[in-house]
């Protein structure tokens, strides 16, 4: 199984970014995925979560900033991140399942400057 986290870059606050999570080796459309994130010093955290039907659950602080969504055709989950903050800065990474994931890609870290 592999899940392959991109588009993490240095974007401004206020701006936006387009993370991806490729898998491969996984029933993909099949399977509950999600978007964690660690931010330096801190504990790792869910921030999106999606199952296979579909039913969506955000972290408090970046509703109606993030938006999750998923392309069953392309294998792909992807995490739209709109009006980001200083405080999204983090290391962001795809697992599945939502909960105790068995599955993590390697990660892609988000630099939100002031």
């Known amino acids: 199984v592999q899940l392959q986290a991109s588009g993490g870059g240095l974007v401004r606050a206020g701006g936006s970014l387009r993370l991806s999570c490729a898998a491969s080796?996984?029933?993909?459309?099949?399977?509950?995925l999600a978007w964690y994130r660690q931010a330096p010093g801190k504990q790792r955290e869910p921030v999106a979560t999606?199952?296979?039907?579909?039913?969506?659950w955000y972290l408090e602080s970046v509703k109606g900033r993030f938006t999750i969504s998923r392309d069953n055709a392309k294998n792909t989950m992807y995490l739209q991140m709109n009006s980001l903050k200083v405080e999204d800065t983090a290391v962001y990474s795809c697992?599945?399942?939502?909960?105790?994931?068995?599955?993590w890609g390697q990660g892609t870290l988000v630099t939100v400057s002031s």
């Open positions: 999606i199952t296979s039907g579909g039913t969506i």
């Open positions: 080796g996984i029933s993909f459309s099949n399977s509950d």
């Open positions: 697992a599945a399942p939502p909960i105790r994931p068995t599955y």
